[in-house]
C-alpha cells in the first residue's frame, strides 16, 4: 500500500513538473516591433499650378499589421513650392493620416514628404505634376450642315467670336434665346462675339432640338 502511495506521489509530482514546464516555454508575448510608415494614396497627380490637387495626400501607420491611432504626422513640402494643410495631422483609429496640397505657381515636378518621430519607413515621398492653364481660344468655327452643326459645343474666351459657315443644301439658322441671330440661309456666314461668360443654347428653328448646339464662354 505504501508503494502505491509513493508512487501515485511520484507521478502527481512528475505531472506538475510537466506543466510548469509547459508554461515556461509559452513565456511572454513577442515584441511586436515598431510602427511602420507607409503611403496609401495621393502621389502621383496632376493639377492646374497654383490649384489644390484632387486627393488628399494620406500615410498609414501600423504595428504588428495593426493600425496605430494617436500619431503625430508631419507634412512639408519638399519641391516646387505651394502648400500642405493641415501641416500636422494625427493618425485615426485606423492608422491613416491626410492633408490636402495645392501646387506651386511653376510647372513642372512639386513634391511633399510625410514623416513621424520613431517610425520605420519615415518619411514618406509624395509626387505630383503641375501644368499651365491654357487659356480658351478668342475665336471657333462651326460648320452649319443639312441638320447638323459642326462641332456642336465650342468654347471660347470672354470677349471672343464665333463664325458659323454653311455647307448645307437646305436653309438653315443659328437662334439664340436672345439676339442676335442668323436669318435663315443656304450659303454664306454669321458671326457673333460674346462679351460676358456663361453658356448659350442655340439650335436651328427650322430643325428645332435636334439640330442645337452651345457656345461656352470662358
Known amino acids: 500500500m505504501e508503494v502505491l502511495r509513493s508512487l501515485r506521489y511520484l507521478g502527481a509530482l512528475s505531472a506538475l513538473a510537466l506543466m510548469i514546464a509547459c508554461g515556461s516555454e509559452t513565456g ?6 515598431d510602427p511602420t510608415m507607409a ?3 495621393g ?6 499650378v497654383g ?26 513640402v519638399t519641391g516646387g513650392g505651394g502648400s500642405v494643410d493641415p501641416m500636422s495631422s494625427t493618425t485615426d483609429n485606423s492608422g491613416n493620416a491626410s492633408t490636402t496640397w495645392t ?6 515636378a512639386n513634391s511633399v514628404e510625410a514623416s513621424s518621430t520613431g517610425v520605420d519607413g519615415s518619411p514618406v515621398a509624395f509626387t505630383a505634376t503641375g ?22 459645343s465650342s468654347t471660347i474666351a470672354e470677349g471672343g467670336q464665333v463664325t458659323w459657315t454653311w455647307a448645307g ?50
Open 43 to 48: 502621389s502621383g497627380q496632376s493639377a492646374t
Open 169 to 218: 443644301a437646305v436653309d438653315h439658322n443659328v437662334t439664340f434665346a436672345s439676339a442676335p441671330n442668323s436669318g435663315d440661309q443656304t450659303t454664306g456666314t454669321f458671326s457673333r462675339t460674346f462679351s460676358t461668360a456663361g453658356s448659350f443654347p442655340y439650335q436651328c428653328t427650322i430643325h428645332g432640338a435636334s439640330m442645337s448646339g452651345t457656345v461656352v464662354v470662358q
Open 103 to 108: 501646387l506651386g505657381a511653376s510647372a513642372g
Open 39 to 41: 503611403a496609401v494614396s
Open 28 to 33: 511572454p508575448d513577442p515584441d511586436p516591433g
Open 51 to 76: 490649384e489644390e490637387v484632387a486627393n488628399d495626400l494620406v500615410v498609414r501607420i501600423t504595428q504588428d499589421g495593426a493600425g496605430v491611432s494617436g500619431t503625430t504626422v508631419s507634412w512639408a
Open 131 to 152: 501644368v499651365e492653364d491654357t487659356p480658351p481660344p478668342n475665336q471657333a468655327n462651326v460648320s452649319v450642315g443639312d441638320n447638323t452643326f459642326t462641332p456642336s
